[in-house]
Nanobody, 120 residues
Framework: QVQLVESGGGLVQAGGSLRLSCAAS????????MGWYRQVPGEQREPVAS???????NYADSVKGRFTINRDDAKNTVVLQMNRLNLEDTAVYYC??????????????WGQGTQVTVSS
């Protein structure tokens, strides 16, 4: 079992910045992809950004050039720096981690979600 603890959400004015952090703990043999998704009420959860174990990043077109994802494997954390936020970025943001546990099984864990609200 792997637990993810997210932090850093909140209320920010359009054009501002927020930094989301996600720390993983538990039965982790190795971490693979780490990433962030977001969801607004009535819509499907969508991928925002991800980073592989080798540092390859992938971003949704809507956040390219504004968001940056990084990871610290020594601390089992992934961070999403969000700049130039706009109203469309308002959502609940979820951390996702793909890992191999001590039973050598690959599994996926999700965070509890953190609210990001961008105001005009």
């Amino acid at each position: 079992q792997v637990q993810l603890v997210e932090s850093g959400g909140g209320l920010v004015q359009a054009g501002g910045s927020l930094r989301l952090s996600c720390a993983a703990s538990g039965s982790i043999f190795s971490l693979h992809s780490m990433g962030w998704y977001r969801q607004v009420p009535g819509e499907q959860r969508e991928p925002v950004a991800s980073i592989t174990s080798t540092g390859t990043t992938n971003y949704a077109d809507s956040v390219k050039g504004r968001f940056t994802i990084n990871r610290d494997d020594a601390k089992n954390t992934v961070v999403l720096q969000m700049n130039r936020l706009n109203l469309e970025d308002t959502a609940v943001y979820y951390c996702q981690v793909i890992y191999t546990n001590y039973l050598r099984r690959v599994d996926v864990s999700w965070g509890q979600g953190t609210q990001v609200t961008v105001s005009s």
